[in-house]
């Protein structure tokens, strides 16, 4: 199970890398494609959160 979750993580952090700067970088004319960018990131980025904490829960 450790393994699911360490590749959850490292596969959510890659997301949030890689739609944050879609976010940051999107014209400011398409407000569509810069919102759906950064709500994407923001789900890597808790996803990625909560499955580092519950592998640091674990290794201890």
């Known amino acids: 199970m450790n393994k699911v979750i360490a590749l959850v993580c490292v596969v959510s952090w ?3 890398w890689s739609f944050g700067y879609l976010a940051l970088s ?4 398409d407000s569509h494609q810069m919102t759906v960018a950064a ?3 923001a789900i890597g980025f808790l ?3 909560f499955t580092y904490m519950a ?3 674990k290794i201890r």
Do not use: D, K
Request: aromatic share 6%.
């Open 14 to 16: 890659a997301g949030f």
């Open 26 to 29: 999107a014209n400011s004319a």
């Open 39 to 41: 709500l994407l990131a």
């Open 47 to 49: 996803t990625g959160t």
């Open 55 to 57: 592998l640091a829960r």
